[in-house]
């Protein structure tokens, strides 16, 4: 396992992320005593990272987590999330706003037996709550010890960086990393956030990267999943894109999940996979995925037949008579090197 740091701050974490959303779900998840096999396969690979919720099984997955972690919590980035509802009836048990966020970290530091939290991200964008609320809040729940890093999940990325914009201006503490839906079968995020997230050093952690399953393959092989007991089925045009990893991931030697990550692991910036499981063997064939080196001919395939119109202005803007007119006649001959890695024009279009 390699390790990259988590936005611009010189916390380390590892390359794949374990997501426990399926911790303390008996339903579809996962028991304590699988999920202690899992966490323990994530250990002796060299991951830090552990993600969870607490809405996540109801709060059971941080009550499963603070017994699994007794004895060992320092050895882990231990990150959980705030805004989504916990009380029905009460309607202060849901939000972005100050209530919930003191409420819900008190709460998830009793049933993860901690003192603090090493990440707390904000779990969705509610519109009700100023942005400037919320980033105050996060700074004083940082300068009060109880959380050391800050990040954001599922928020537009206009008001991620505005967030950030007015963080900085006011000396408080900015989001290190965005958390968003990001696979071969979902690469819309492509078209805002994930530049959004490379122009602020956000550190990109994706969630469902195998895409509910789909890109392994086992709808095709008749195995049963959340997925198809929701009723949901692959769009006729995913099918390219499931039929292309499956063809790499056979004429490679890997499985089709395997691909998957080692795609997402090779994308621009600094991407992260949530890899999550309800078997630890599951769990060992995602990890391996960080010895997949994935050739040329194989990305290029993988990039053509999931890729997603970009939609204005991006694509007007990619017009060769507009590049010319934006950047001169010597457009091509353009290169930035004041980047923290030196770009040329071709690479900004």
Same mark, same amino acid.
């Given at each position: 396992m390699r390790y990259t740091l988590f936005g611009r701050t010189g916390l380390r974490v590892s390359e794949l992320a374990l997501g426990t959303m399926t911790f303390?779900?008996?339903?579809?998840?996962?028991?304590?005593?699988?999920?202690?096999?899992?966490?323990?396969?994530?250990?002796?690979?060299?991951?830090?990272?552990?993600?969870?919720?607490?809405?996540?099984?109801?709060g059971n997955s941080e009550a499963i987590l603070g017994e699994l972690l007794s004895g060992r919590r320092d050895r882990f980035v231990l990150a959980s999330k705030y805004t989504c509802g916990t009380h029905d009836g009460d309607p202060n048990s849901a939000g972005n706003h100050r209530k919930s966020l003191v409420q819900s970290v008190e709460d998830s530091l009793r049933r #993860?037996?901690?003192?603090? #939290?090493?990440? #707390?991200?904000? /779990?969705?964008? =509610?519109?009700?709550? *100023?942005? =400037? !609320?919320?980033?105050? +809040? %996060?700074?004083?729940?940082?300068?009060?010890?109880?959380?050391?890093?800050?990040g954001v999940s599922d928020w537009p990325a206009w008001e991620i960086a505005q967030a950030n914009t007015l963080a900085e201006l006011r000396g408080w503490t900015a989001f290190a990393g965005s958390q968003l839906r990001y696979n071969l079968l979902e690469r819309s995020p492509e078209r805002e956030l994930l530049p959004q997230a490379r122009a602020f050093d956000l550190t990109v952690f994706a969630w469902a @990267? %195998?895409?509910?399953?789909?890109?392994?393959?086992?709808?095709?092989?008749?195995?049963?999943? $959340?997925?198809?007991?929701?009723?949901?089925?692959?769009?006729s045009w995913k099918e390219d894109v499931i039929s292309a990893v499956l063809d790499i991931a056979g004429q490679g030697?890997?499985?089709?999940?395997? &691909? +998957?990550?080692?795609? %997402?692991?090779? $994308?621009?910036?600094?991407?992260? @996979?949530? &890899?999550?499981?309800?078997?630890?063997?599951q769990l060992t064939d995602n990890l391996a995925s960080t010895g997949v080196? %994935? =050739? +040329? =001919?194989?990305?290029? $395939?993988?990039?053509? &037949?999931?890729?997603? *119109? #970009?939609?204005? *202005? /991006? !694509?007007?803007?990619?017009? @060769? *008579?507009?590049?010319?007119?934006?950047?001169?006649d010597r457009w091509t001959d353009l290169e930035d090197r004041r980047s923290t890695y030196r770009r040329t024009v071709h690479d900004v279009l």
């Open positions: 303390g779900d008996e339903a579809w998840g996962s028991g304590k005593e699988t999920s202690a096999r899992i966490v323990d396969a994530y250990a002796d690979a060299g991951g830090n990272f552990i993600d969870t919720a607490n809405i996540y099984a109801a #993860l037996r901690t003192d603090r #939290l090493d990440v #707390l991200w904000v /779990h969705a964008r =509610d519109n009700f709550t *100023p942005v =400037d !609320e919320v980033m105050r +809040a %996060l700074d004083d729940a940082v300068r009060s010890g109880k959380v050391l890093y800050v @990267p %195998l895409a509910a399953g789909l890109l392994t393959g086992k709808y095709r092989r008749g195995e049963r999943g $959340r997925l198809e007991a929701a009723g949901k089925q692959a769009e030697g890997w499985s089709p999940a395997q &691909v +998957a990550l080692a795609w %997402l692991q090779g $994308r621009p910036g600094n991407v992260v @996979p949530i &890899v999550a499981a309800t078997k630890p063997e080196r %994935l =050739d +040329a =001919d194989a990305l290029a $395939r993988l990039d053509e &037949v999931s890729a997603v *119109p #970009l939609g204005f *202005p /991006h !694509e007007f803007l990619r017009e @060769p *008579p507009v590049t010319r007119n934006v950047y001169g």
